[in-house]
């Protein structure tokens, strides 16, 4: 593991670093947007008083602070993996350049002594996950890692119920930032009831300390950050849009790993960019909460 720069210092200087995944720069989001979009998240983190830390792979290396030369190299190349926890050691050995998932961001954040991971949706339990047991690793690497992250709940195109349960199961902590329900990435409620809310970054500083103090929980904290409603895609719109893109899938036998970015995908096509103007206000507004959070544990 290696460290840019700006994060070897922050590390040296005991000032507060937000992990940040590169798959979003990869594979979430288009050419040549990505790359704008991965600048303009690392400035929100700037603007709190906390050191952003890009992680991926180049050439084999995994990095903790991609530079920029990095991050336009991840933007732009083709051919870039997607790697997920079981995937560093050997696409290391390969040699290659990677993007970093959910679960790899948080298991290499945490090794690296960072607390706070901003990223847009978690991955999670896939509709029809009882017959093809497709359940996204973000979900167990969150048991076993003791890291906050900042999202808008997961992703409205899987199963958010069945997801809620596998986190409840696993020990993950969830709450909503200001909020008692669960947001659906896209939509500001995505219908589901939470137990626990808290108001302020300092509040989620405060759990994070409980956590590490009382020694009893090694598992993640997911801090669920819905956007704010008028904000959000339009509910009708995405129901409407879901429902169309569900019948593709089952018409083109879309199955395993390929049906998040063929939905997202068509959540682009059919809402004409609304979706992504959506996903971008998304992982900014949580980039600038996670550096809040950051900055308020480290004090």
């Not at 830390?53 to 190349?77: F, K, P, Q, Y």
């Not at 997202?264 to 550096?291: D, K, M, P, W, Y």
Request: proline residues 4%; contains cysteine.
């Amino acid at each position: 593991m290696q460290y840019g720069a700006e994060v070897a210092d922050a590390r040296r200087d005991g000032r507060p670093i937000v992990a940040l995944e590169s798959t979003i720069v990869s594979h979430g989001l288009p050419r040549p947007d990505n790359l704008r979009v991965a600048r303009e998240i690392e400035a929100a983190v700037r603007a709190t008083g906390a050191v952003p830390a890009t992680i991926g792979m180049v050439g084999g290396r995994l990095i903790v602070g991609l530079d920029d030369t990095e991050l336009t190299r991840l933007a732009s190349a083709d051919g870039v993996a997607k790697l997920s926890v079981r995937d560093l050691a050997v696409a290391a050995a390969a040699g290659v350049d990677g993007a970093t998932t959910v679960a790899a961001t948080s298991a290499v954040a945490a090794a690296a002594g960072i607390g706070v991971f901003a990223t847009g949706g978690l991955g999670g339990v896939h509709r029809e996950a009882a017959q093809s047991f497709d359940e996204s690793a973000d979900l167990i690497t969150l048991a076993r890692t003791p890291i906050a992250v900042v999202c808008a709940g997961v992703k409205s195109i899987l199963d958010v119920g069945a997801t809620l349960e596998r986190l409840e199961t696993l020990g993950v902590a969830v709450v909503g930032y200001r909020t008692r329900r669960f947001p659906g990435f896209f939509i500001t409620d995505g219908g589901f009831d939470l137990d626990w809310s808290l108001d302020s970054p300092e509040q989620v500083a405060t759990a994070l300390r409980a956590r590490r103090e009382q020694g009893v929980l090694r598992g993640g904290l997911v801090v669920a950050n819905p956007l704010p409603a008028d904000e959000q895609l339009d509910p009708a719109l995405h129901d409407r849009t879901l429902a169309d893109g569900l019948a593709m899938l089952a018409r083109d036998g879309v199955t395993g790993k390929a049906v998040t970015p063929f939905l997202l995908a068509h959540f682009h096509s059919a809402t004409e960019g609304r979706s992504l103007a959506v996903n971008v206000r998304i992982i900014l507004r949580n980039a600038e909460l996670a550096g809040r959070i950051a900055v308020a544990a480290a004090a």
